[in-house]
């Protein structure tokens, strides 16, 4: 059950991937220095992370929407607690966009109650999980656990990259009034992207014309961004990805744990997570027929 320490270790209660940080520097994440005009995308893995982190590029870099700027997402909006570039994060140019999948208690100090604003997404569970599957099978980051149930367990449990998600996310949801947050699901981009999209530009103080805000959302399709090297992860060295057939972004709907959870597993999750889930001001979208 134990997840292998050549992979994850663990730091104030929570796993962190072992090899590209440390806790002295996850440490030093307590006085990182915010700006007003930073914005966090913060999420647990496989909710919907790179999808927000290309439409939030797109929302704020006109080079990436007419398509003049050849930079990945990966410089363009950088994991906090991940710096494998070893990039001087002080000299970014306001306004900064970090990814994090930090929970809320080791976000830096000053993140909250300032007008610095964070971005939470979160997706159906079970989907996460099902994803979280598939996507340890190409990262070399990541253990791989072959057997579906014993990965299944070990996330149940919280014993995998970013510990337990029902956590996470009640985490961030029930400490909401100490951040300037805008809360948004998986399910309803999938739904209304356009209405995402907007939602986003509201809360970050971002006008768009019209055009522009057609353009944000042409490219920010599971489909576009797939093709876009920019956007899709693709590009991500050996040492972090495996150079062999899988795709960084899978399948980018809902409702994919059905193709792949027996009822018994499907019932599992539902024993351990269902009930503690109905305190959740979530609506969770269990198969897309339901949106």
């Not at 307590?30 to 290309?54: C, H, L, M």
């Not at 990436?64 to 001087?88: A, Q, S």
């Not at 959870?261 to 024993?271: F, H, K, L």
Request: proline share 4%; charged share 25%; net charge neutral.
């Amino acid at each position: 059950m134990e997840p292998s320490k050549e992979y994850l270790f663990t730091h104030k209660g929570f796993y962190f991937a072992a090899n590209i940080t440390t806790p002295e520097y996850l440490d030093s994440l307590e006085t990182f220095e915010i700006r007003d005009s930073d914005v966090f995308i913060a999420t647990y893995p496989k909710s919907g992370t790179v999808w927000t982190q290309n439409i939030l590029s797109l929302i704020f870099h006109e080079g990436h929407r007419n398509g003049t700027e050849n930079i990945d997402l990966m410089d363009r909006i950088p994991w906090l607690e991940y710096n494998i570039k070893h990039m001087d994060y002080s000299a970014f140019p306001s306004p900064r966009l970090f990814a994090t999948h930090l929970p809320y208690y080791l976000t830096p100090r000053d993140l909250r109650n300032k007008r610095a604003r964070v971005i939470y997404v979160t997706r159906n569970p079970k989907d996460v999980l099902v994803s979280y599957f598939h996507f340890s099978k190409i990262m070399v980051t990541l253990e791989k656990v072959s057997d579906f149930n014993i990965f299944m367990e070990r996330f149940l449990a919280g014993k995998v990259l970013a510990s337990s998600w029902l956590d996470h996310v009640t985490g961030w949801h029930s400490h909401a009034e100490d951040f300037n947050i805008l809360f948004l699901t998986y399910e309803e981009m999938k739904k209304d992207l356009r209405s995402a999209v907007l939602k986003i530009c509201n809360f970050v103080g971002k006008t768009l014309s019209e055009k522009e805000v057609e353009s944000v959302v042409r490219q920010a399709t599971f489909e576009n961004m797939r093709k876009d090297p920019r956007a899709n992860y693709e590009n991500l060295s050996e040492f972090l990805r495996e150079k062999k057939p899988g795709y960084f972004l899978r399948k980018g709907t809902t409702g994919d744990w059905k193709n792949m959870m027996t009822v018994a597993q499907s019932e599992r999750v539902d024993e351990v997570l269902k009930e503690k889930m109905k305190n959740l001001p979530i609506k969770f979208i269990w198969d897309i027929n339901e949106m």
